[in-house]
């Protein structure tokens, strides 16, 4: 038996445990302070803020039961994509047409 990425708790747990871990890389980040590698730093720290609002834009989509629609074409975004990127807004061609 599979589970279905769009299914809301199993969606909810997914986005869970990928802001629990761009969390803990976070705190890994800012304990390392600043290095010679600053600049990297400053990059994946916004990188990973972007990740983390991305997440809660998901949650607050599950909230509103439109978790699994593309943004753009508001067709449903495949599960094996929802199972890989959680938090993905668009489905692939939508994503490939903002790009």
Wanted: glycine content about 6%; aromatic content about 4%.
């Amino acid at each position: 038996m599979t589970r279905d990425a769009t299914q809301p708790a199993e969606a909810r747990r997914r986005l869970e445990h990928a802001r629990d871990s761009r969390l803990a890389q976070l705190k890994a980040l800012t304990e390392t302070g600043q290095s010679a590698e600053g600049h990297l730093s400053a990059v994946q720290r916004a990188a990973m803020l972007q990740v983390l609002e991305e997440i809660d834009e998901a949650v607050a989509r599950i909230d509103r039961g439109t978790y699994g629609t593309c943004l753009g074409c508001e067709k449903p975004v495949p599960a094996e994509r929802l199972e890989i990127l959680p938090y993905a807004r668009f489905c692939v061609t939508c994503r490939h047409r903002s790009a």
